[in-house]
């Protein structure tokens, strides 16, 4: 009886222990994810100041751009901050106001990293978090550092909580232990699992309410941790709802400015250079409506809930016929060839091949092509890209398989996030988004996406769907 006491005492600590851990890790990888959409979102606001403010001869308005960004940007943080390409502060804002000659604590090393283009954050004693993002101006240069401050001390409080919780629980387990440690470990297991379960959906963005009917120690962390998902979950409804705002009240000034470069492109026929300079801001210009474009479906998926978008039965042959086509002239191109493998089975009475699923059409064609249109970018000329469609009696596979360049695959876990590019990705314009809406829409009709690849080999996409 006392080795199986001493076991099971040992073996509720190492519980305790790696939930701890566990709790400890997603929450702020959690709260890492949220300060880099902070930053992205404070970046997108920051260019905005830049494309904006520019003088006849080309040159950004330093003093000026400082003086709007912070007018624009001084709420985002408890301080703001704004340093040159040479480390040197050039505006400050603390509690949304404007500080003027203030000699704030900066952390060199921040300034450096995010120069060299990363995000950069460090986290001080008294739990204030300091994270620092590049600029770059439209020669894609990092020509400023916007570093916003945070106070995570909440963070912390809770993550107290929950270390007293666990101890308080781990205290009262091993007194209860001694009457009843069969009784003990069935009402303990389970909860422990639904609460390491809820830390780890977190460290996801998938937020869900988390609720145990006891009034101990271990509905009390259930409670904390209800309450810190749904913060969370209300922030990143906050900012979700802001880039879509922002989408919207982009685009008309976006039309106006790719007409205005159509017809400077068109009318500019002597002077080589100029016509160099509006060719590129007529691309830059569709390259902010597609990202616009892709936002705004993203938010759609934001918005709607699953039972809310149109689905058919649809025989998938079809659907990939019709992608290879309209992807065909894209690929030709580029000297590429487009190979489609259709779905073996037994021929109905029309001698045709039959396989459905239950998706919506419009979206899925966008989703393939989309992942075709990857595999285009990223291949070299004279190469092949294969589309291959098998079945199981339960599912629909989806194959795309490329000989291009290839993903790290340090890197295939984060390639489906939201803005995230590889590093080997610059080869090809891109916003980082269309993975994660080809995820959003494949994962709609209760299916997934699945990668593999090697750098220089090429790579392969996976679609899986539940067959109709």
Known sequence: MLNYLFFSVLSFGIIIFAVNKAIDYYSFNTIQKQMMEKADLSELSFREVLAQHRSSSGEPQTKEI????????KA???EVR?????????????????????KPLIFDKNIEKALSGSYAYTVTEDHLLYFATPIQDQFYENAYVYEFVEDISYFYAIMDQI????????????????????????NTTKPIKLLLGAAQSFSKQEFRRVQLNRKDELGMLADGLDSMGRQLHDYIQYQKK?????????????????????????????????QKIYAHLLQESDRLTRLINELLL????????????????????????????NMGAKAKDKGIEIKVSQAEEEPDDEGTTRVYANVN??????????????????????SLIELKLEHTPSEVVIRIRDQGIGIAGDELERVQERFYRAKNASTANGSGLGLSICKEIVERFNGYIDIESQLGKGTTVTIVLPRA
Do not use: C
């Open 163 to 186: 270390r007293y919780i666990l101890f308080v629980g781990a205290g009262g387990f091993i007194i209860l232990i001694t009457l009843s440690s069969l009784w003990i470990a069935r």
């Open 82 to 102: 704004i340093y040159d390409s040479s480390k040197q502060l050039l505006g400050l804002a603390v509690d949304g106001i404007i500080i003027n000659d203030g």
């Open 242 to 274: 802001f880039v879509s705002n922002v989408s919207h009240e982009l685009k008309t000034p976006l039309a106006a400015i790719r007409g205005f470069s159509q017809y400077l492109v068109e009318g500019e026929t002597e002077n080589k250079e100029l």
């Open 361 to 382: 059409p419009m979206l899925m064609s966008h989703a393939i092509a989309n992942l075709v249109d990857n595999a285009i970018k990223y291949s070299g000329s004279s």
């Open 76 to 78: 985002s943080g408890k």
């Open 66 to 73: 400082v003086k709007l960004a912070l007018e624009k940007l």
């Open 298 to 325: 993203l938010s759609r998926f934001d918005k709607a809930g699953s039972n809310e978008l149109e689905v058919e039965k649809t025989e998938m042959n079809e659907l990939i016929q019709e992608v290879t086509m």
